[in-house]
C-alpha cells in the first residue's frame, strides 16, 4: 500500500511538472521577445493656451533601439504617431428642408470620439500595415467612431461617421498627413503636429507605432498636456470653484456695461 501511495505521488508531480513546461512553452510562444524598441521624446511635454493663442506645433522625436540578434529589415522600417485628445461624445444630426425650412431630421450619437486626433506616417497606411491590423490598432481616421456602443435612431451609421470626421476635419481638429514622418537616419524619425487655435484643453496620449514588412513591432506611449493659462485659467478656475459667485459677477457687469453705454451714447 505504501509502495503504491508513493507511486502515485511520483506520477501527480511528474504530471504536474509536464503541465507547468506546456504552460512556459505556449506563453513563450505568444508572447515573443521584442527585437525592436522605441524610445521617443517631444518637444514639449505641455501646450499653453492663452489669450493670443493662435495654434501650436509640438515635435516627435524618436530612436530606434535594436539588440545585437537583431537582422537588418530590407524594407526598412516605418513609423505612424497617433495623437488622441480626451474622449467626447458627439450627436450628428441630418438637416433637410421642409416647405422652405431646414429642420433636424436623423441622428446618430458617437460615444469614445477623441476631440481631437492626429495621424502621422512615414508612409502610406495602407502600405504599413494590413486592414484587419489597422482595424485593430485604429490607425488612422477610417477607423474613428467605431470604438462606442450607436446610440439614436436606427439607420445607416457609416454617412454620419463620414460626416462627422469631415467636419473634424474642416475644424483642423482631426488631420492624417502620410508620409509626414521623416527619417533623419535608418534608426532615427521626427514628426511635427498642428495644433489649431480652436483645440480643446486637457491630458492627450501620444502614441508611436513601428512596423517592418507590415509587420507591427513595437509601440511606445507619451502624454502630452494641453492647458489654458494665465487669465483665461483664473476664470475657468473662478467658474469652476465658486459658480455662484462667478454668475452674480457676469450679471452685475452686464448691468455695469449697459447702464454705462446709455451714459455714453445718451442724446439730450
Not at 537582422?71 to 438637416?95: C, F, L, S
Not at 476631440?115 to 502621422?120: G, M, P, R
Amino acid at each position: 500500500m505504501e509502495a503504491a501511495r508513493q507511486q502515485r505521488g511520483r506520477t501527480h508531480r511528474r504530471s504536474l511538472i509536464r503541465g507547468l513546461v506546456a504552460f512556459g512553452l505556449m506563453l513563450g510562444c505568444a508572447v515573443p521577445a521584442a527585437a525592436e524598441k522605441l524610445v521617443a521624446s517631444l518637444s514639449a511635454p505641455r501646450v499653453e493656451i492663452s489669450s493670443n493663442f493662435a495654434g501650436a506645433e509640438i515635435s516627435v522625436f524618436g530612436v530606434i533601439d535594436r539588440d545585437a540578434q537583431t537582422i537588418a529589415r530590407r524594407g526598412g522600417y516605418q513609423v505612424v504617431v497617433t495623437i488622441a485628445g480626451p474622449a467626447d461624445e458627439v450627436v450628428v444630426r441630418q438637416r433637410r428642408r421642409v416647405a422652405g425650412i431646414w429642420i433636424s431630421g436623423t441622428s446618430q450619437r458617437f460615444t469614445d470620439v477623441p476631440s481631437f486626433y492626429s495621424v502621422q506616417s512615414s508612409d502610406a497606411l495602407d502600405e504599413i500595415a494590413p486592414s484587419i491590423l489597422a482595424r485593430q490598432l485604429r490607425l488612422g481616421l477610417l477607423y474613428v467612431g467605431h470604438g462606442g456602443p450607436a446610440r439614436g435612431s436606427l439607420g445607416i451609421r457609416e454617412p454620419f461617421r463620414e460626416a462627422l470626421v469631415e467636419l473634424k476635419r474642416e475644424q483642423g481638429l482631426y488631420v492624417e498627413q502620410e508620409g509626414a514622418v521623416t527619417f533623419l537616419s535608418p534608426n532615427f524619425f521626427r514628426t511635427t503636429a498642428s495644433f489649431p487655435a480652436a483645440v480643446p484643453d486637457g491630458l492627450y496620449t501620444v502614441q508611436v507605432y513601428l512596423f517592418a514588412d507590415q509587420a507591427y513591432l513595437s509601440s511606445t506611449s507619451l502624454d502630452l498636456v494641453v492647458a489654458k493659462s494665465g487669465f483665461e485659467q483664473s476664470m475657468y478656475v473662478f467658474a469652476q470653484d465658486d459658480s455662484l459667485l462667478y454668475g452674480l459677477a457676469v450679471v452685475i457687469i452686464a448691468v455695469f456695461t449697459g447702464w454705462l453705454g446709455g451714459v455714453v451714447f445718451r442724446r439730450d
